[in-house]
């Protein structure tokens, strides 16, 4: 890593995380993504300007270990964005748990721990991405919608804490970008879902996470980005 100011990303080893990534390394940041697993094609086509840390968050341990390898590296922390997530079903063993590991506890400890990583006197930002469904709450999907709600709260919380140092705040993404298994029918029925009726990709929570930065004045704030399914 060279010396300019580290932006890390929790799960940023595909889809949203990783465009973002990669924007942020052409905004001249030094970036380092987390994930489960390595990608075997890295192997052959390695990541350009992103370092990549293995980290397990389904444990206290596993976090603390993410969160000793960053302080070894003395890093400058720029912005700390946690864009981790898993989707379980509500009736999978131990799916609550899990989720709140990965939406919670992490970004708990993480925040808790890196806020020293921060430059004194510099622009320092963290960012939870949580999800429009915590708007409605979710029948279907109780433990996936409470856990990320859990980690707007912590939004909140933290802005509090440690303000004016350190700015914290949210993006609740709804409809980003399909998968490719996705069929016509489903499509339509989830852009039907909002004012917009768009399948914005990626860049849009780029955008958000650079809004976020570049303001001086927001904190505490949950940016909902759903091409206004509040409106439907």
């Not at 970036?31 to 390595?38: A, G, S």
């Not at 003395?74 to 864009?83: C, M």
């Not at 748990?97 to 925040?111: D, G, I, K, S």
């Not at 489903?186 to 955008?207: F, N, T, W």
Request: charge should be neutral; proline fraction near 5%.
């Amino acid at each position: 890593m060279s010396n300019r100011p580290t932006v890390v990303i929790t799960g940023g080893a595909q889809r949203v995380g990783l465009h973002c990534a990669r924007r942020l390394v052409d905004d001249g940041y030094d970036v380092i993504i987390t994930c489960r697993q390595l990608r075997p094609e890295w192997a052959t086509a390695p990541l350009q300007g992103i370092d990549v840390i293995q980290a397990d968050f389904s444990t206290r341990a596993g976090i603390q270990a993410l969160i000793g390898e960053l302080t070894d590296r003395q890093l400058r922390l720029r912005a700390l964005i946690h864009n981790a997530s898993l989707w379980l079903d509500d009736g999978e063993p131990d799916a609550f748990e899990q989720m709140f590991m990965v939406h919670m506890q992490a970004p708990y400890m993480l925040n808790e721990a890196c806020a020293d990583l921060f430059d004194p006197g510099k622009a320092a930002d963290i960012i939870h991405i949580t999800d429009d469904v915590v708007r409605r709450g979710s029948a279907k999907h109780t433990g996936y919608c409470a856990s990320k709600a859990g980690l707007e709260s912590l939004t909140l919380s933290f802005a509090a804490r440690l303000a004016p140092n350190i700015k914290v705040n949210s993006i609740a993404p709804a409809l980003i970008m399909f998968n490719q298994r996705d069929d016509a029918n489903y499509r339509a029925k989830a852009l039907s879902k909002s004012a917009l009726g768009i399948e914005p990709g990626p860049d849009v929570v780029y955008q958000s996470i650079r809004y976020l930065m570049d303001s001086p004045y927001t904190t505490g704030t949950c940016l909902q980005l759903n091409g206004g399914r509040h409106l439907k």
